[in-house]
């Protein structure tokens, strides 16, 4: 990539198999032979031309470019199918101010949750023309995803709990690999861009013996640092953090538990994951810059001209054939021929995000960045810590999200939980900007 020009690049989805196990092949799904895909780093200002091949046999598939800023019709939404067998070009310019931690991944219809969960998701990093933060720190996405084998190797279908609450798998790894390794000097400090790539696990972050400042949201740089112990990161949620080691030895990125509320038996016991081992030598770095106190202004999107009110549902019926699930917005399954909203570009709007359903859901919505106002639950109203420019959002069960939101593009944007097997049962509805 230059430093302002053409991106160009190609991304082939096809089958490949993978040893996760001694002895056993696992059949997954990758871009350009790899799994997560290639990280693609582009730079504000360039002009990005994807050549997308589906070589996914018999399956339509598209890529969606998650929390970037690109025209409806180059966005991958499911209205937009590239055939199997089929070759697509995506283009779109990246506009000043828009570097961030954004990432890919299919978005057919019916088809999101399987084809991600084999996987399929990259990395897009787009860089920032003047970045404040130190170069010396180095740069480095880690993606988690998570995995589910069978006694022979392979990935086994969605069950009833998996569409209940999500598939989560037995495995998380990193960048495709379980607890890899990083080896940093004494008092090395690195720039780490941690996204939550699962279909349905909720990552809740802490390092130990390193310290950990949040300097980045999904979409771009905060204001300034801000210095946490631990981090919820829901899925499809990114954070950027500068992570400081300055004890000799060995410095861990652990999961702690979080309840996000589960249905039926079999909870997974998150806490105590070990996600990465970074080995801190003895031998100390040289001097790193400290961390910028301000990182970039982020201008509030002001007063909303429109609020909009979408309530999430849950429904479980049992009927003769079995158990019927409905995962509602404002009590409609997703329908690809139906608008939901219409909103016009350039307007602010309000969006009110409730849930009261017995599950957290991460909300997401496409093709621009919004602000969160506030959260409300029981009467009780609090403000995020720090303003941040986001696309994913946890409304926890029985909470109230309240944000701020501007669309500059006219076209079809999609929203929806991102737990993909609520995406698929209907938790998903369609604003179209004018
Ligand atoms: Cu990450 Cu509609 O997608
Ligand atoms: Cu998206
Ligand atoms: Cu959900």
Same mark, same amino acid.
């Given at each position: 990539a230059g430093r302002s020009g053409l991106f160009r690049a190609r991304l082939t989805a096809e089958a490949a198999t993978a040893r996760f196990v001694e002895g056993q092949d696992t059949p997954i799904l990758t871009y350009n032979g790899t799994s997560p895909g290639p990280l693609i780093a582009a730079y504000e200002g360039d002009r990005v031309e994807i050549t997308f091949a589906n070589r996914i046999e018999g399956e339509q598939s598209t890529v969606h470019w998650h929390g970037m800023p690109v025209p409806a019709d180059q966005d991958g939404n499911p209205m937009d199918p590239v055939a199997a067998g089929a070759d697509r070009v995506?283009?779109? $310019?990246?506009?000043?101010?828009? #570097?961030?931690?954004?990432?890919?991944? !299919?978005?057919?219809?019916?088809?999101?949750? $399987?084809?991600?969960?084999? @996987?399929?998701? &990259?990395?897009?990093?787009? +860089?920032? +023309?003047?970045?404040?933060?130190? #170069?010396?720190? @180095?740069?480095?996405?880690?993606?988690?995803?998570?995995?589910?084998?069978? #006694?022979? @190797?392979?990935?086994?279908?969605?069950?009833?709990?998996?569409?209940?609450? &999500?598939?989560? &798998?037995?495995?998380?790894?990193?960048?495709?690999?379980?607890? !890899?390794?990083? #080896?940093?000097?004494?008092?090395a400090k690195r720039r780490l861009r941690l996204y939550n790539a699962t279909n349905a696990r909720f990552l809740r972050l802490a390092f130990a013996n390193a310290a950990m400042t949040v300097i980045g949201s999904d979409g771009g740089l905060l204001e300034a640092p801000v210095a946490i112990d631990e981090i919820l990161l829901s899925p499809a949620e990114r954070v950027e953090l500068v992570v400081a080691f300055d004890k000799p030895g060995a410095a861990t990125l652990t999961t702690l538990d979080y309840d996000r509320g589960w249905m039926g038996p079999g909870r997974p016991s998150d806490a105590g994951l070990t996600l990465l081992t970074v080995d801190v030598a003895n031998t100390p770095a040289e001097a790193m810059p400290p961390v910028p106190e301000r990182l970039r202004p982020i201008a509030p999107l002001g007063q909303p001209a429109v609020s909009r009110r979408l309530v999430f549902t849950e429904t479980m019926a049992m009927n003769p054939t079995g158990m019927e699930m409905g995962f509602l917005i404002n009590g409609k399954a997703f329908d690809m021929a139906r608008v939901d909203i219409v909103a016009r570009a350039g307007e602010t709007e309000l969006w009110e995000i409730v849930n009261q359903a017995d599950m957290d859901h991460p909300f997401h919505l496409h093709g621009t960045q919004f602000q969160v106002i506030e959260h409300e639950r029981d009467g009780k109203v609090s403000k995020p810590p720090y303003l941040a420019w986001k696309d994913t959002v946890n409304v926890a069960r029985g909470e109230t999200v309240r944000l701020v939101t501007r669309q500059e593009r006219p076209g079809a944007r999609m929203y929806h939980c991102h737990i993909l097997e609520h995406e698929q049962l209907g938790m998903m509805g369609i604003v179209d900007v004018q």
């Open positions: 995506y283009a779109f $310019e990246l506009p000043g101010g828009s #570097a961030g931690s954004y990432w890919y991944h !299919p978005h057919p219809h019916g088809r999101t949750s $399987e084809q991600v969960y084999r @996987g399929l998701a &990259g990395a897009f990093v787009v +860089k920032a +023309k003047a970045d404040p933060i130190p #170069a010396a720190y @180095g740069d480095t996405a880690l993606m988690f995803t998570d995995l589910r084998l069978a #006694a022979d @190797g392979s990935m086994p279908d969605n069950t009833m709990t998996d569409l209940m609450n &999500g598939r989560v &798998g037995d495995h998380v790894l990193v960048n495709g690999q379980k607890n !890899p390794k990083l #080896a940093v000097a004494l008092g």
